[in-house]
């Protein structure tokens, strides 16, 4: 499986970014399917998850009720909808894949990671 990340940016503080995963093969609608980030020094840290059939979801306490994720598996993509960012926002974001449906929080829990992409919130 291969991921592709895409959408990051620019954004002013209160802005909203949209951000996708486009996954390759036949499989994706069975992988759980997770959102993480990191900036420089840090751990990478999670953001959110989603269920193969998009039924459950998962945030991180620190993006809870401002983002969304969401999953499109005829197209074989997860979006990650960003409102209300913050500059503590900004970071390089991964998507990652779950080949057994497990939505972990833990990065090594996930099979698959796409490449990221860089969301910068400016103040």
């Known amino acids: 499986v291969q991921l592709q990340a895409s959408g990051g940016g620019l954004v002013q503080a209160g802005g909203s970014l949209r951000l996708s995963c486009a996954a390759s093969g036949r499989t994706f609608s069975s992988y759980a399917m997770g959102w993480f980030r990191q900036t420089p020094g840090k751990e990478r840290e999670f953001v959110a998850a989603i269920t193969w059939s998009g039924g459950n979801t998962y945030f991180a306490d620190s993006v809870k009720g401002r983002f969304t994720i969401s999953r499109d598996n005829a197209q074989n993509t997860v979006y990650l909808q960003m409102n209300s960012l913050k500059p503590e926002d900004t970071a390089v974001y991964y998507c990652?894949?779950?080949?057994?449906?497990?939505?972990?929080?833990?990065?090594?829990?996930?099979?698959?990671w796409g490449q990221g992409t860089l969301v910068t919130v400016s103040s």
């Open positions: 990652a894949a779950d080949r057994f449906g497990r939505p972990g929080i833990k990065s090594y829990e996930y099979d698959y």
